[in-house]
């Protein structure tokens, strides 16, 4: 369907700064052909590519998204292989490098009070989940960013309609812009904020998006379909087929949390994992689109049974972390 998608804009109405970005799908209406908007994104007037190349532009990187997640079945299997590549594509670093020690910090609001600014500021890489503030907050979330990782949905709150026009590039790096943003796409009409961002960029400015490697994200899909379909057994006695007509390919999309695959991730590079505020809230609601118990399940395998965390814990050629859980 993006295939045929369109891309249209028009000037806002502050005049010749910035213009309404719209990217629209055709559908019938009762056979009356329409186009339903999609996204709409409000940007300089003057920094954007016109409609046609940035049209042009969508649809080359959507081609080149989906054909890497067409083959990612291919590679994901080979975790040494990935994590070898995860490293050096994703985090710039030299193959087999690792850290010492890795903190991962959630963004579930617990850490709230707990003090734990230190020892996550001890960590020799750390990383943040969906642009979560530390400032005010340092006693309890620490201050330092090695990279920050987020869902495309998270991009929409930063890249439009606002952070572009208040910012000389899109406001998505509150860590600063040293540190690199890591992203991973669950709905590719999502790419055309990484555009929009990148066209905005400036040398003052750069705007430092990684998107996920795409076998990393099929390893973390497995993992949290896994421990969702598990559960769903064990609570409540009906065949794993059920609980694929309940989840597989129904609205909202079922797709694990970048918390998630923040963790993973951090299982290849690091050679010790501490994890920080990954818990819920009092009063939070659980999203229909995560199964945030199961992938509980998995962090307390990973800390007391490495050895049977599906996937990773008999994997050849790698060896898991000890990891370590503060909740």
């Keep these: 369907m993006l295939a045929n998608a369109s891309i249209s804009s028009h000037p806002s109405l502050h005049g010749n700064i910035h213009r309404l970005v719209y990217l629209r799908l055709p559908y019938n209406d009762s056979g009356t052909s329409r186009r339903r908007t999609m996204l709409r994104l409000r940007v300089p007037y003057d920094k954007v590519p016109n409609d046609s190349s940035l049209l042009a532009g969508f649809r080359a990187s959507l081609r080149s998204f989906l054909r890497a997640h067409q083959h990612r079945r291919r590679g994901y299997k080979n975790v040494a292989g990935l994590m070898d590549d995860v490293a050096g594509g994703l985090l710039g670093l030299r193959r087999r490098r690792r850290f010492p020690t890795c903190a991962v910090v959630g963004n579930s609001g617990i850490l709230i009070g707990s003090g734990r600014g230190?020892?996550?500021?001890?960590?020799?890489?750390?990383?943040?989940?969906?642009?979560?503030?530390?400032?005010?907050?340092?006693?309890?979330?620490?201050?330092?960013?090695?990279?920050?990782?987020?869902?495309?949905?998270?991009?929409?709150?930063?890249?439009?309609?606002?952070?572009?026009?208040?910012?000389?590039?899109?406001?998505?790096?509150?860590?600063?812009?040293?540190?690199?943003?890591?992203?991973?796409?669950?709905?590719?009409?999502?790419?055309?904020?990484?555009?929009?961002?990148?066209?905005?960029?400036?040398?003052?400015?750069?705007?430092?998006?990684?998107?996920?490697?795409?076998r990393l994200d099929a390893l973390c899909a497995s993992i949290a379909k896994y421990y969702s379909l598990r559960r769903f057994v064990a609570a409540t006695g009906e065949p794993a087929s059920s609980w694929t007509r309940r989840r597989d390919g129904k609205e909202p999309y079922f797709h694990y949390s970048s918390g998630l695959q923040a963790v993973v991730l951090a299982l290849g590079v690091c050679d010790k994992v501490s994890m920080f505020g990954f818990g819920k809230a009092a009063g939070s609601k659980e999203t229909e689109v995560h199964d945030l118990d199961a992938e509980y399940q998995f962090y307390g395998d990973l800390q007391a049974r490495p050895e049977a965390v599906p996937f990773l814990g008999k994997a050849p050629g790698f060896v898991l972390p000890p990891v370590k859980l503060y909740w």
């Design 118 to 214: 230190t020892q996550i500021d001890a960590h020799d890489f750390i990383i943040r989940l969906n642009n979560a503030p530390v400032a005010g907050f340092a006693p309890d979330v620490g201050a330092r960013t090695s990279l920050t990782l987020t869902h495309s949905f998270m991009l929409q709150d930063c890249a439009a309609p606002s952070a572009v026009v208040t910012t000389s590039g899109c406001g998505c790096h509150p860590y600063g812009r040293a540190v690199p943003l890591a992203m991973y796409v669950s709905n590719p009409a999502h790419l055309l904020y990484v555009l929009v961002c990148n066209a905005t960029a400036t040398p003052a400015a750069p705007f430092r998006l990684l998107l996920t490697d795409a």
